[in-house]
């Protein structure tokens, strides 16, 4: 049964960081490309990175530079280091499964984790 399972959200402060974490089981996370989207209250899904089956990875404009994704194939677990939050990166924080390449249309994903809260407020 393919499960993807995110953790390590939370409330931080503007320019603090978070580690998500988006544990894979069902299937081998090599053959993937893994996705984070964020969705805000009354916003539309938003693309935020992803990591290819080869490694490549992709950002948004939003988060280029602060953010920074990363894959453990052996853990069968991507990671989203995101640092220097602003109050605008709040949201729900969900990772999705693609074959092979990434894609910025979150309709292109077949597998969807749970969503993980972060909310940057001070």
């Known amino acids: 049964q393919v499960q993807l399972v995110e953790s390590g959200g939370g409330l931080v402060q503007p320019g603090g960081s978070l580690r998500l974490s988006c544990a894979a089981s069902?299937?081998?996370?090599?053959?993937?490309?893994i996705g984070w989207f964020r969705q805000a209250p009354g916003k539309h899904r938003e693309g935020v990175s992803c990591s290819s089956r080869h490694r490549s990875t992709y950002y948004g404009d939003s988060v280029k530079g602060r953010f920074t994704i990363s894959r453990d194939n052996v853990k069968n677990t991507v990671y989203l280091q995101m640092n220097s939050l602003k109050p605008e990166d709040t949201a729900v924080y969900y990772c999705?499964?693609?074959?092979?390449?990434?894609?910025?249309?979150?309709?292109?994903?077949?597998?969807w984790g749970q969503g993980t809260q972060v909310t940057v407020s001070s």
């Open positions: 069902g299937f081998t996370l090599d053959y993937y490309a």
């Open positions: 999705a499964r693609r074959d092979f390449i990434c894609s910025g249309d979150y309709n292109n994903y077949d597998y």
